[in-house]
């Protein structure tokens, strides 16, 4: 099992998880709530700033899976079914929210949840998901 690096934000009935080798950086987070994420303060994520239900709608818009979250209760309100949709982004990645099952290249599956990038410039390093790198190579599409 590996040890990918998270961290966890609570406001002791919501937990927000950050998974920073995720994030394809799409500001997203920054532009629904701006008060809660501020990458240039430490810690960058200061859940006391919105509620509950806020923070939820923001995290479901994550375009990466890099943020989630759950309820402190221990119920998991989260496990609703998701309408599949795909939507294309602009000079970005292919989002595709809902549950998928990826099967990568050399047979291994894995269950997504939410929402899934995936990498349309070919320039990522993390395929088939989005890693960010078409702002480095200035994909248009």
């Known amino acids: 099992m590996s040890s990918e690096l998270k961290k966890e934000y609570t406001n002791g009935e919501v937990t927000i998880v950050w998974k920073p ?3 394809i950086h799409a500001g997203e987070c920054v532009k629904t709530l701006p008060q809660v994420y501020n ?11 919105a509620t509950t239900e806020e923070l939820k709608a923001q995290v479901s818009k994550c375009p990466s899976g890099a943020l989630s979250y759950y309820m402190n209760d221990g119920e998991n309100q989260e496990a609703e079914t998701m309408e599949t949709k795909v939507e294309v982004l602009e000079n970005g990645p292919l989002l595709v929210y809902g549950t998928l099952k990826v099967t990568d290249k050399d047979g291994h599956t894995e269950t997504k949840n939410k929402t899934t990038a995936f990498c349309r410039c070919g320039a990522s390093a993390n ?3 989005c890693d960010g ?3 480095k190579v200035d994909f248009k599409g």
């Open 133 to 135: 790198a078409h702002i």
């Open 127 to 129: 395929k088939p998901y």
């Open 39 to 49: 990458p240039k303060e430490k810690p960058w994520i200061k859940v006391e700033n």
């Open 21 to 23: 080798s995720k994030c």
